[in-house]
């Protein structure tokens, strides 16, 4: 039986790289996980006991720093797959200095770069500023391919986690039981993502020469949902009805226009994406085009 791949992931502690690292080590692939050599402060106590947390599940930690290349280099050259879950401001330009040190190493098999989301070659329609991310992640697949570096790029559109258990309502944790804002007519429909599927979805991918330098899109057909349709579903399991009011794209614009907080502005730009403006038509339109270059696993369950 030809041993499985050696797995480091980048950003094992954030959000969406805790469910990689716990799928790479279920699926008994040998899981690194990149840590930094500082010296421990006590803000990142919360790091720290989630590092030690995937220690004892059986991850092998890294020392490795952005500050230190040669680090880097050492860190890659002892696996054979690199998934990166970077996140933040500075993603883009991490993940250049990644790319670098993964070509100056030269024996990874695969990268996987951090994108996980809506597949950003297809999102030339997204509003400023949320298209920010968008361009960050095009200037990383830039920066892999004229490398020269093997790849996978992941599209698992919108995380459950961000969008269901609140009924996309933006700034809330849990679906009220009583009302809920329709972003314009609720109508539009996006693609649903449990993080334990994107997690052990992503890590079956590694080994499969049928995703190598391909975008593997992620679209269980019952997880193709709109607004109002998660709507009626919290309905059936509360035995109520909400109170429904709606907010117009323009209104919603405007929100954006007003929000002090850059970062925010940008998570606004990227939820209008998805909740009023036709994504998915454009998706499947652009896809069509680009079929020979995707692979598309539908067998998820529901989440």
């Known amino acids: 039986?030809?041993?499985?791949?050696?797995?480091?992931?980048?950003?094992?502690?954030?959000?969406?790289?805790?469910?990689?690292?716990?799928?790479?080590?279920?699926?008994?692939?040998?899981?690194?996980?990149?840590?930094?050599?500082?010296?421990?402060?006590?803000?990142?106590?919360?790091?720290?006991q989630k590092l030690l947390q995937l220690k004892a599940?059986?991850?092998?930690?890294?020392?490795?720093?952005?500050?230190?290349?040669?680090?880097?280099?050492?860190?890659?050259r002892q696996v054979d797959v690199v998934i990166s879950a970077l996140n933040g401001p500075d993603m883009a330009s991490l993940q250049i200095t990644l790319v670098q040190a993964i070509k100056e190493a030269g024996n990874i098999k695969r990268f996987y770069p951090s994108e996980f989301g809506t597949d950003p070659?297809?999102?030339?329609?997204a509003l400023a500023p949320g298209n920010v991310?968008?361009?960050?992640?095009?200037?990383?697949?830039?920066?892999?391919?004229?490398?020269?570096?093997?790849?996978?790029?992941?599209?698992?559109?919108?995380?459950?986690?961000?969008?269901?258990?609140?009924?996309?309502?933006l700034g809330k944790l849990f679906p009220s039981k009583d009302s809920v804002l329709l972003y314009g007519d609720g109508n539009v429909k996006a693609i649903f993502l449990d993080e334990n599927d994107i997690g052990t979805y992503t890590i079956k991918t590694i080994d499969d020469p049928r995703t190598l330098n391909k975008t593997v899109y992620f679209r269980p057909k019952e997880n193709i949902l709109s607004q109002r349709e998660l709507v009626q579903e919290w309905e059936k399991l509360i035995g109520k009805e909400l109170e429904k009011t709606s907010i117009s794209e323009q209104d919603f614009l405007n929100s954006i226009s007003a929000e002090k907080d850059y970062f925010v502005q940008i998570g606004r730009g990227i939820s209008i994406t998805f909740s009023m403006k036709a994504a998915l038509q454009t998706l499947r339109l652009e896809m069509e085009q680009k079929k020979r270059l995707c692979f598309i696993l539908t067998l998820i369950t529901r989440v």
Not at 142 to 164: D, L, M, W
Request: aromatic share 10%; hydrophobic share 40%.
């Open 1 to 48: 039986m030809e041993e499985k791949s050696k797995v480091l992931i980048v950003g094992a502690t954030g959000y969406i790289g805790q469910y990689l690292a716990r799928a790479s080590l279920a699926a008994g692939h040998r899981t690194y996980v990149l840590c930094r050599p500082d010296k421990l402060r006590p803000e990142q106590m919360a790091k720290v």
């Open 121 to 125: 070659s297809l999102m030339g329609h």
């Open 133 to 169: 991310a968008f361009v960050e992640k095009m200037k990383v697949r830039k920066a892999i391919e004229e490398a020269r570096i093997p790849f996978t790029y992941i599209s698992a559109n919108c995380y459950g986690g961000y969008f269901i258990g609140n009924l996309c309502q």
């Open 57 to 76: 599940g059986g991850a092998f930690l890294l020392e490795g720093s952005f500050d230190d290349f040669e680090s880097l280099v050492s860190a890659v």
